[in-house]
């Protein structure tokens, strides 16, 4: 199965400003997307990440917040823009390759103060 | 609406003996299930899948069983060790929801020498 390189594994941002994520898939996969998980809860789908073309963004999630790009088949980032406390999650990326598998990269976990 | 749910969100089990871990869904559209582990400050890991044409999946210590009647499946961990003490989350994909994985809420597992 693919290997997912993500970064910057923790980050500690100001309110207002902006993070960006990155993942790099080691191998090509079909589909990537987007997950954060919020302290103590489950993994919430943020957006499909389509190569060349716009995200396709779940309910409660827009591009302004949280702008995606993929611009190949192996990388895609996640900007986190504009920061408030309640953006403090941890963000994951995660890939489908051909054969049904999906593997997650390891997390970037976002204080913001 | 929570799609996919894990309603115990903890399980303490004696070391050798067996771990069940139990999952719900609704949407009886959901076609192909995985289990996944996660460790603090990891990615959740794969770890054994099934599709809806079976009702059973084994490999090594891991065993799902999956009953679509009741739309209900479970994880089986046979004879469980400390080193799987771990949040395993459920997660569904149907064909027609883009390959997307809707995940329960985790279910943190203790195993205990």
């Known amino acids: 199965s693919a290997v997912i390189s993500q970064k910057p594994s923790r980050d500690i941002c100001q309110r207002g400003t902006s993070l960006t994520i990155q993942c790099q898939v080691d191998?090509?996969?079909?589909?990537m997307f987007w997950y954060r998980q919020q302290p103590g809860q489950s993994l919430t789908l943020i957006a499909t990440?389509?190569?060349?073309?716009?995200?396709?963004?779940e309910s409660g999630f827009v591009i302004d917040k949280f702008p995606i790009s993929r611009p190949n088949l192996t990388f895609s980032t996640l900007t986190v823009s504009n920061m408030s406390p309640e953006d403090s999650s941890i963000y994951l990326c995660?890939?489908?390759?051909?054969?049904?598998?999906?593997?997650f990269g390891s997390g970037t976990r976002l204080t913001v103060v | 609406d929570q799609q996919v749910k894990q309603n115990s969100p903890s399980l303490s089990v004696q070391e050798g003996r067996i771990s069940i871990l139990n999952c719900d869904y609704t949407?009886?559209?959901?076609?192909?299930f995985l289990w996944y582990k996660k460790y603090p400050a990891e990615g959740p890991t794969f770890l054994i899948s099934?599709?809806?044409?079976?009702d059973k999946n084994e490999d090594g210590r891991f065993t799902v069983f999956l009953n679509k009647s009741a739309k209900h499946l479970s994880l089986h961990i046979v004879p469980s060790q400390p080193g799987d003490s771990a949040v395993y989350f459920c997660?569904?994909?149907?064909?027609?929801?883009?390959?997307?994985?809707?995940f329960g809420q985790g279910t943190e597992l203790s195993v205990k020498p």
């Open positions: 995660s890939g489908r390759d051909a054969g049904y598998g999906y593997t």
């Open positions: 191998s090509q996969v079909t589909m």
């Open positions: 990440a389509n190569q060349g073309s716009e995200a396709t963004y």
């Open positions: 949407n009886s559209m959901f076609d192909y």
């Open positions: 099934i599709s809806s044409i079976k």
């Open positions: 997660a569904a994909n149907s064909y027609n929801q883009g390959g997307k994985l809707i």
